[in-house]
């Protein structure tokens, strides 16, 4: 899979309305069809930081969502509540969906 980590620093008067900003085009890249995941948080020490975790199925299906509309209209939405240039991570990994972490490993083994 395609895993991605982009970290948004947004301009103040944004940090409160960054999620209504990028709705449309988070609700339009999560019914993509090679999209397993695409969720937003905001950092817990600095309210002006969004983070956003996200996962394609491969590097086609990763293409497909930078060559569609809503991608280009998202990033258009986006760019003027931007305070710098985003922080990424992409990279293929194995796997379609999150691991379990065994050091916290919940269930009857595991007391």
């Known amino acids: 899979m395609i895993f991605i980590v982009v970290k948004f620093k947004v301009l103040p ?11 449309e085009f988070s609700t339009n890249t999560r019914a993509e069809e090679g999209n397993l995941w695409y969720q937003w948080s905001r950092s817990v020490d600095h309210d002006d930081e969004y983070i956003l975790v996200e996962a394609f199925r491969d590097s ?7 060559a569609s509309e809503h991608f280009r209209k998202g990033l258009e939405a986006m760019r003027p509540g931007l305070a710098e240039t985003p922080h990424i991570i992409h990279t293929e990994i194995p796997g379609t969906d999150w691991s379990r972490m065994s050091e916290l490993a919940i269930g009857a083994t595991s007391r």
């Open 13 to 23: 008067n944004y940090k409160n309305t960054w999620l209504s900003i990028t709705r």
């Open 60 to 66: 086609q299906a990763g293409e497909v969502h930078v």
